[in-house]
């Protein structure tokens, strides 16, 4: 019985320790992507309201920050 109790535990505090550690890690993700979007947006190619520019530069982002 103490045995399974202290696996349990123990189990338990694994996957707490994992959940937050990936919680730490999407939160970061999500904190690059909206930094590299807000400098984005303030491109002034961007900022030309010109679709053909402004998907070139979208273009350049994506080969240069490919997990977005």
């Avoid at 959940?19 to 400098?39: C, E, F, H, P, Y």
């Avoid at 303030?42 to 273009?59: S, Y």
Wanted: hydrophobic share 35%; proline share 3%.
């Amino acid at each position: 019985k103490d045995t399974v109790n202290r696996i349990q535990n123990e189990t338990d505090q694994f996957f707490t320790l994992t959940a937050d550690s990936l919680g730490t890690q999407v939160d970061g993700w999500i904190d690059r992507n909206i930094m590299i979007l807000k400098s984005a947006a303030e491109l002034p190619d961007i900022k030309t309201m010109n679709r053909p520019i402004q998907e070139r530069v979208l273009r350049d982002l994506q080969k240069k920050y490919h997990y977005m």
